[in-house]
């Protein structure tokens, strides 16, 4: 009679033990459950809201398109695109878009010329590189060993520039690798490059795009922006400076330049001497526009960046498309 009580406290204790892990049990089960639904939550907000970006890419498309068919020689200032942000309220939420000129810029794919993986080294392409970089404040000498890195990188032979690196520079780094012998799809590959660190890659930036061809980019003059003054300094290999380029600018007529022939008659330009290259560049038609798009649905967001192309006579398409922000 005397253990009674002992298995009595035994038993007591062995339920409240169990009851306790229960307990545990059920909290995890129930933490598990309601991560599991808030997962799921949030990856049906974050669909819907790409859903939602891809259709606003798609509207921009086809505003882009109806756009040039309004004036195949020049493209229309207005209604007013070029740096507006539209912006679209949604049910718990709301969408954001920002079209832009996407040629006004250095095509780093031009340092080289020719078809798919048979690149070599261009001459007015690297000048302008170079112009660009005097343009910005970026140190001479440090240009000129990124821009021969920069030949080496896209074209198809082995020989190495003065100041350049082909494969076997990069062959000994911690984490090796090559070349890439093809234009660059991305801006952002410039920072595999020889030579490039983080200050020159921020200075050049704003400045530079790779868009999917070796031609040097058109410049519109129609829609560049007084700050984007260092492009016509490229263009004219620096004669004509940074603050002269913005007066230029400052004084485009208000429904901008009829045509280049306009554009190069302006007495501050008139007497330059530019390459025939050069003055060909220059034009009043926009074919590659800069896309990005902002969704806020739900608590979550979602961020589309694209390159848009408008050929001659057909619909706009999507050259490059991102989730991210461009680098």
């Known amino acids: 009679m005397a253990r009674?009580?002992?298995?009595?406290?035994?038993?007591?204790?062995t339920v409240l033990l169990l009851v306790a892990v229960m307990s545990?049990?059920?909290?995890?089960?129930?933490?598990?459950?309601?991560?599991?639904?808030?997962?799921?939550?949030?990856?049906?907000?974050?669909?819907?809201?790409?859903?939602?970006?891809s259709g606003a890419e798609m509207l921009a498309r086809r505003q882009i398109t109806r756009l040039l068919e309004a004036d195949g020689?020049?493209?229309?200032?207005?209604?007013?695109?070029?740096?507006?942000?539209?912006?679209?309220?949604?049910?718990?939420?709301?969408?954001?878009?920002?079209?832009?000129?996407?040629?006004?810029?250095?095509n780093l794919n031009s340092v080289v010329q020719g078809?798919?993986?048979?690149?070599?080294y261009r001459p007015v392409g690297v000048a302008q590189f170079m112009a660009l970089g005097r343009a910005v404040g970026a140190p001479e000498s440090r240009m000129r060993a990124v821009?021969?890195?920069?030949v080496d990188w896209l074209d198809v032979d082995e020989e190495t520039r003065p100041l350049g690196a082909e494969d076997g520079a990069y062959a000994g780094l911690s984490t090796p690798y090559r070349t890439g012998g093809v234009m660059l799809s991305e801006v952002s590959e410039l920072r595999a490059i020889k030579g490039m660190d983080a200050e020159l890659y921020n200075r050049l930036r704003p400045w530079v795009c790779a868009l999917p061809t070796t031609r040097l980019s058109p410049?519109?003059?129609?829609?560049?922006?007084?700050?984007?003054?260092?492009?016509?300094?490229?263009?004219?290999n620096g004669q004509v400076n940074p603050i002269n380029a913005k007066s230029v600018l400052e004084r485009r007529p208000r429904g901008g330049w009829a045509d280049p022939t306009v554009f190069w008659s302006e007495?501050?330009?008139?007497?330059?001497?530019?390459t025939v290259e050069a003055r060909e560049q220059v034009t009043v038609?926009?074919?590659?526009?800069?896309?990005?798009?902002?969704v806020e649905y739900g608590g979550v967001r979602a961020v589309r960046t694209a390159l848009l192309y408008a050929p001659p006579g057909d619909r706009t398409r999507t050259v490059t498309q991102r989730w991210i922000p461009e680098e």
């Open 4 to 13: 009674r009580p002992d298995r009595e406290g035994m038993a007591l204790l």
């Open 24 to 53: 545990v049990v059920a909290v995890a089960i129930l933490d598990d459950v309601r991560f599991s639904v808030r997962r799921t939550t949030n990856a049906e907000g974050q669909a819907q809201a790409q859903w939602y970006a």
């Open 73 to 106: 020689a020049k493209t229309p200032l207005e209604p007013e695109w070029n740096g507006r942000r539209m912006t679209f309220p949604i049910d718990d939420g709301v969408i954001s878009a920002v079209v832009t000129d996407g040629q006004a810029c250095f």
């Open 115 to 120: 078809i798919g993986e048979d690149l070599l």
């Open 147 to 150: 821009a021969d890195a920069l």
């Open 219 to 236: 410049i519109n003059i129609n829609t560049l922006r007084p700050d984007q003054a260092p492009l016509l300094t490229m263009l004219t």
């Open 267 to 274: 007495p501050s330009l008139s007497t330059v001497d530019v």
């Open 285 to 294: 038609l926009t074919r590659y526009f800069n896309l990005r798009v902002d």
